[in-house]
């Protein structure tokens, strides 16, 4: 625990801390300025926070750059640290008399503090207890948003956090790591179709496959089976395969054949000639005063119409001769396989290679399918991983609510005398509601944020509150004194700050006097010069 505080700026050099409760005191006039804020901010600061230099900066501008000395004991163990606010990053290692021996990181520093707090959690320490750091200028007060950080924070992080802090995180995090290592085979499988290396097919050409696979199969099973009639015979089986290639010959031959006819349609319309003007003069021959101008006006829209005519008879003609060579080349392929097929009439090995070349082709249908079989397998896998993901998160989530709730109303009881709304936490996968909507007052509201904070740290391994003045100001005295008597419960350090506590009870005023660390009042703030 946080056990001292020195600065040459402070009005009392050293300050010291205790187990439980820690107060901050104001005078019974409410001043304000006076320096409790800052001084909870300067807690948070040697604890490893940065509020301090955003939201507390006057001290930094008007003293100029700050050096805390600080000391934590563990276990009977004093353990000595310096940090300044011109090089926060670092945080310095000392000796008894505060000189430093070694420097390490701000991050490397604040996971000292969760080992030292033994904090058995998966979140960085700052992450848990900067929720409950409730100073007036962090903007972490919000009565209906008691886990965020600050009211920028997405409720997800929050509720993910909040998990941590239950120590319940483990569970969710080896799903969600299976999750991970299967979004990233997904992620290898998609590039390997990307970059061509396997096909993408679909359920439909997976069935195809199927089927081809098994005729191929089956081809070949025939043949093992008749080997040694293939043997003998060996004409059967390459009649057989000849056959086939002459109908799928005579198919590509009907196919160009039809192709052709339309070449030869479109070249004798490319080369049919237009009527020439010197024929139409003839007319006059035959007929008197004939409309020679809209006879040449009508020749000359014939005329365009034509042109625009061969232009798409020329483009058709390209495409025909280009689907006449590939009919061409296809019709060349399958002659090749005939005659290698009638020439293989007699050699025993023929077999062999067909058998061969069946295998090959079923060993690709194979693999295209394999690979589909590993895609859907993937996907599937991450679909009922994020279901349970969604169940196990579901079901810790609504663990950690009942457990919240609870002791809300265990602590509702103790500090309100009369009936009152009881505030409720509801807990969802990416966000949640703090239910306190009869509540209207703002002090019941405040009342009902510190019994949050109070359950928070009775329910977990959160090491430490911080509540600030301002949580205070509208809760009625009567609750404040139950609330005193609640922060008495606990050996975990709490740092409150208060103003005028000669409103509280006399008990009250006892425990917050004798758990003092420091007085303040407008002739004594915290630092030893005075700019306000």
């Not at 199969?217 to 089986?237: D, G, R």
């Amino acid at each position: 625990m946080l056990k001292e505080i020195k600065c040459d700026h402070f009005i009392e050099k050293t300050l010291q801390f205790k187990e439980g409760l820690n107060t901050v005191l104001g005078d019974d006039y409410s001043t304000n300025s006076i320096g409790k804020s800052t001084l909870l901010m300067i807690i948070d600061f040697v604890l490893g926070g940065n509020s301090f230099l955003e939201k507390d900066s006057g001290a930094i501008n008007q003293l100029g750059d700050l050096t805390f000395m600080f000391r934590f004991e563990f276990n009977e163990t004093s353990y000595y640290y310096q940090r300044s606010t011109s090089t926060s990053g670092t945080v310095g290692i000392c000796d008894s008399e505060y000189n430093i021996t070694s420097e390490i990181s701000t991050n490397s520093f604040t996971n000292q503090l969760k080992n030292h707090y033994n904090l058995r959690i998966e979140s960085s320490f700052r992450a848990a207890i900067n929720p409950y750091s409730r100073i007036w200028g962090k903007d972490n007060y919000n009565v209906d948003k008691p886990i965020q950080n600050s009211i920028k924070e997405a409720e997800s992080i929050s509720i993910e956090n909040i998990i941590k802090l239950f120590g319940l995180y483990n569970e969710i995090a080896v799903t969600a790591n299976e999750i991970k290592s299967q979004e990233e085979s997904k992620k290898i499988l998609a590039g390997m179709v990307k970059k061509n290396i396997v096909p993408k097919i679909t359920k439909t050409d997976y069935l195809r496959n199927e089927k081809e696979i098994e005729r191929l199969n089956n081809e070949v099973e025939e043949i093992q089976n008749n080997l040694l009639k293939f043997t003998l015979n060996i004409e059967e089986l390459s009649n057989k395969e000849i056959i086939d290639l002459k109908t799928e010959k005579q198919r590509l031959l009907d196919a160009q054949s039809s192709v052709q006819n339309k070449m030869r349609r479109l070249e004798i319309n490319l080369s049919s000639k237009r009527v020439k003007s010197k024929y139409f003069n003839r007319l006059s021959q035959f007929f008197e005063n004939p409309n020679e101008d809209k006879i040449n006006e009508i020749e000359t829209f014939h005329n365009n119409i034509a042109k625009i005519l061969q232009r798409e008879l020329e483009a058709t003609k390209e495409i025909l001769n280009s689907e006449n060579e590939e009919f061409k080349l296809q019709i060349s392929l399958i002659n090749q396989k005939i005659d290698q097929l009638l020439s293989n009439v007699q050699r025993p090995n023929f077999i062999v290679e067909k058998i061969y070349d069946l295998t090959i082709q079923a060993n690709k249908l194979k693999e295209s399918n394999k690979f589909y079989e590993q895609r859907e397998t993937v996907a599937e896998d991450v679909k009922a991983l994020n279901l349970n993901l969604d169940e196990t998160i579901n079901n810790i989530l609504l663990d950690i609510e009942v457990q919240i709730n609870n002791e809300l109303i265990r602590i509702n009881k103790e500090i309100h005398s009369e009936k009152k709304k009881i505030p409720r936490i509801s807990l969802k996968r990416k966000r949640y509601s703090f239910d306190h909507s009869s509540n209207t007052g703002t002090g019941k509201s405040f009342a009902d944020l510190i019994e949050f904070d109070l359950a928070i740290l009775s329910l977990t391994d959160l090491p430490l509150l911080i509540h600030d003045s301002v949580l205070f100001k509208n809760i009625e005295d009567r609750a404040i004194d139950r609330i005193i008597d609640q922060y008495q419960n606990f050996d975990k350090q709490i740092f409150i700050a208060l103003d005028g506590i000669n409103k509280f009870s006399d008990e009250s005023q006892k425990v917050l006097t004798n758990k003092c660390t420091l007085h303040l009042s407008e002739t004594r703030k915290l630092f030893n010069r005075d700019w306000r």
